[in-house]
């Protein structure tokens, strides 16, 4: 057997940068000033629903000809929330032009969160799902009852 060894014809060097809402790369080579910037978004799908438990919960996803459903078990924290703030409500949040995020909210506009787990509060290891563009994210609706969080989600008509 014969081995071989690759060479690469450039030496590329890699540098990274990170703003605000995104991270630019820029590759250069040794041989040109030409370099390339490549953008990245957030998120990959236009809309996303995050749900305030930890991203190994628990959500049965139900698709219907009209929607889809969420539904997870509330642990009695959210539950005792949910009877000190009036309820639950979906807020839709725009996070770029085209791009939304639907998170769960009090009726007041406080944040719910698991207690004592405060880095939920910052998106750090929450239940986020990306939601197909033919989905209404203007429509969702969040009711928290009977143990049970359900957030439904309207399709457009097309589909």
Known sequence: MFAMKVQQPF????????????????????????STKLW???HVFANMLELPF???ADVSIEETPHSLRFVASCDSIISEFNANA????????EI???????????????????????????????????????TRPEKVTAVCSGGKLVVTVPKSKGN
């Open 96 to 134: 770029l032009p085209g791009i939304t995020k639907i998170v769960i909210k009090g009726m007041d506009g406080s944040d719910v969160t698991v207690a004592g787990h405060h880095h939920l509060r910052h998106g750090v290891d929450i239940w986020r799902f990306r939601l197909p563009a033919w």
């Open 86 to 93: 009036g309820g639950v409500r979906a807020h839709t949040i």
């Open 54 to 56: 930890h991203s190994h």
């Open 40 to 42: 990245r978004l957030p």
């Open 11 to 34: 030496r590329k060097k890699r540098n990274n940068t990170r703003t605000q809402h995104a991270v630019v790369s820029s590759t250069t080579t040794t041989t040109t000033s030409n």
